[in-house]
């Protein structure tokens, strides 16, 4: 088998049906952009995952009238709610944070947005106590002995927040992957369309190379090629695309959630680490429906 001769109809195949190429490529490209998308919000998810999973805590916010007069908790209610706290034994660790401790932390937060840091007020902020729990699953214990009880404004559990937030992340996930498969779906329909009809337009110079020996699997292999080729030029657009709009785009929208460490920041190591699989979905997929276009639609 010549090398030089597959190529040079691969080239030629490409050329001829340019319109359908450039057609494919774009379809296998916005495919594999929304899957790319959707592992990079895969990779946030995991990242969320790791930072918070041992960070979760219950909230025990005071009333204004403790947050006003008692910054030190030194004074019942709020001395006995935390000796209450200490004692229980479903809490790890307590921590007590005042007002104003609390607007320092705000500030800090949100120091990528001055505006909002320069409205608020300390007033706004009520003090808490900051609890980890032995088991993150009984949040509703504590919920139940201390909800109501003098000086307390409401119990907080910030794994319900997380889970809020995760299950957002999750339809984002969801959606995108189901774009995708659509976008896909379009993709293969295209590489079939194309491989049929570049070989009807090279149906008599085939029919001779078999009329002088040639094995089918010789005179299918470039249709073949033509195949992967396009859906690895439309995996190197869409790795471009991906690491464009995560510099322009991704980078903007998140950019004060990551500066509050709220949400952690995907790099383009991450951008990097799910290239390899795009490329290797292109190649796999356009060898397989080029396999079975041939071998179920083209006789050669």
């Not at 009880?149 to 992957?177: H, S, W, Y």
């Not at 896909?184 to 369309?193: E, M, V, Y």
Request: with cysteine; proline share 3%; glycine share 6%.
């Amino acid at each position: 088998m010549r090398a030089s001769f597959v190529f040079s109809e691969v080239i030629t195949g490409l050329r001829r049906n340019v319109t359908m190429t450039i057609a494919m490529i774009l379809t296998t490209a916005i495919s594999l952009g929304l899957l790319g998308g959707g592992l990079l919000v895969v990779r946030l998810i995991d990242k969320m995952d790791d930072r918070y999973r041992d960070k979760v805590e219950v909230s025990v916010y005071l009333n204004n009238d403790v947050s006003a007069t008692d910054k030190t908790c030194s004074k019942d209610p709020c001395a006995g709610l935390q000796r209450a706290l200490q004692a229980n034994s479903n809490v790890e660790a307590v921590a007590f944070e005042s007002r104003d401790a609390a607007f320092d932390r705000f500030k800090r937060i949100f120091e990528g947005n001055p505006e909002l840091v320069e409205l608020a007020r300390p007033e706004a902020l009520p003090s808490s106590f900051r609890i980890k729990l032995k088991d993150p699953q009984r949040f509703n214990a504590i919920n139940q002995e201390f909800s109501g009880k003098p000086g307390v404004q409401r119990v907080v559990d910030q794994g319900e927040f997380l889970k809020r937030l995760f299950n957002v992340l999750t339809g984002v996930r969801n959606a995108t992957f189901v774009i995708a498969l659509f976008q896909a779906l379009a993709a293969l329909l295209l590489i079939s369309n194309t491989i049929q009809l570049s070989a009807f337009t090279r149906r008599t110079e085939v029919g001779i190379m078999r009329l002088v020996g040639a094995t089918r699997w010789y005179t299918q292999l470039p249709f073949l090629i033509e195949a992967v080729v396009a859906g690895l030029i439309g995996a190197l657009v869409a790795v471009g695309m991906l690491f464009l709009g995560k510099a322009t785009f991704l980078d903007k929208v998140l950019e004060s959630p990551i500066q509050a460490g709220i949400v952690p920041k995907l790099g383009m190591a991450d951008v990097a680490y799910v290239s390899p699989i795009l490329v290797l979905v292109a190649t796999v997929v356009s060898a397989i429906t080029g396999y079975v276009t041939l071998r179920l639609y083209v006789r050669l």
